[in-house]
């Protein structure tokens, strides 16, 4: 079955540091790749969404890029702020297809703390 | 705010009892799903209603059911609770791409 690999956490970053999460995954086929993030006390929120070999999913100076080859879908920001402390969530799921859900699987969490 | 609500926020019940958690989707959502996330499993998904139907199942307990009302808003009855049943229950809304979640309901089962 499908699966998401995320690197263990807690990441510990100062303020201006350049960010790497690092997310990879099983699956078959072409699955849609996703990162979620969770601000202290709040549900998940979508980040950015990629749905194809080599796009490129960015929002609020975040970036991921849908690799195939090392199916691999690293989340990157070239400089952190205190409020992008969170937990990040790499996702997949299933390519769209008629009928049915697209069951959404969830890696374990990143810990972010950044500290000024 | 996603505009997901969910209700209680806090849950503190005893083995063996039954509860009932509330969502109320993002307006003009059809879809509700409902996550269950715990320390050693994280995020696991349960159920999928969609429209009134069940559209989906994932790893729920036949313990817990859902249903989803005329009004769209869902609940998730939870029964004979273990202490392992403690965790945070979410319950999103929007399309399988792009899910709106609520705030979550903290279940503590002593």
């Known amino acids: 079955g499908n699966s998401v690999t995320q690197m263990e956490g807690p990441v510990t970053l100062s303020e201006e540091a350049f960010l790497t999460i690092n997310c990879t995954y099983t699956?078959?086929?072409?699955?849609?790749l996703f990162w979620y993030v969770q601000y202290p006390g709040e549900g998940l929120q979508l980040l950015l969404k990629a749905t194809k070999a080599d796009d490129k999913g960015s929002n609020k100076g975040f970036e991921a890029t849908y690799r195939k080859e090392t199916t691999s879908f690293h989340l990157e920001k070239g400089s952190v702020q205190v409020s992008d402390s969170a937990v990040y969530f790499c996702a997949l799921s299933d390519p769209p297809h008629s009928g049915g859900y697209q069951k959404v699987t969830f890696g374990t969490g990143t810990k972010l703390q950044v500290i000024p | 705010d996603s505009g997901v609500t969910q209700t209680p926020k806090h849950l503190i019940t005893a083995t063996g009892q039954r509860v009932t958690l509330r969502c109320s989707p993002r307006s003009g959502d059809l879809s509700v799903y409902w996550y269950q996330q715990s320390l050693d499993q994280g995020l696991q998904f349960l159920i999928q209603?969609?429209?009134?139907?069940?559209?989906a199942k994932g790893n729920i307990l036949e313990r817990f059911s859902a249903q989803q009302f005329p009004d769209l808003h869902s609940e998730l009855n939870l029964s004979s609770l273990e202490l392992g049943d403690s965790a945070l229950y979410f319950c999103a809304s929007g399309h399988w791409d792009t899910q709106y979640f609520g705030p979550g309901t903290r279940l503590t089962v002593l």
């Open positions: 209603y969609y429209n009134g139907e069940e559209r």
């Open positions: 699956a078959t086929g072409y699955p849609s």
